[in-house]
């Protein structure tokens, strides 16, 4: 949720810059001289400053999702170890409890060899 909460935000900035390009561009159209130059000059600020805006918010989501990315792999890895080792761990206790861990292991879907047949 808070990526689009962050979305509606960077939709509401956007909007207010629009906004005050509009209003400055209206503003031009009724102005001359020196005072129009002067509101040209501040419409391409703020076109210049938007465009950096963007490109800093497009790098940073970047960024962002090649940690996720990173973060997902770790997880999905350390899940698959946890995974090895609870079948282990359930394999010695079936061994133990004398339930036959090989045939167990078998039907369980042990596929690293360990078990012996």
Do not use: C, F
Not at 46 to 58: D, G, I, P, Y
Not at 92 to 103: C, D, H, M, N, T
Request: charged letters at 30%; hydrophobic letters at 30%.
């Amino acid at each position: 949720m808070e990526a689009s909460g962050g979305d509606q935000e960077g939709q509401g900035l956007v909007g207010n810059l629009q906004k005050a390009l509009d209003d400055l561009r209206e503003a031009a159209d009724n102005a001359t001289g020196d005072v129009r130059s002067q509101i040209d000059s501040a419409v391409e600020q703020l076109k210049e400053a938007t465009n950096t805006a963007a490109s800093r918010a497009s790098e940073g989501a970047s960024d962002l999702r090649g940690q996720l990315d990173s973060v997902r792999d770790w997880i999905q890895s350390a899940t698959a170890d946890l995974i090895e080792e609870l079948q282990k761990e359930i394999d010695k206790r079936r061994e133990q409890l004398g339930l036959g861990g090989a045939a167990a292991s078998d039907d369980a879907g042990d596929s690293d060899g360990s078990s012996s047949s």
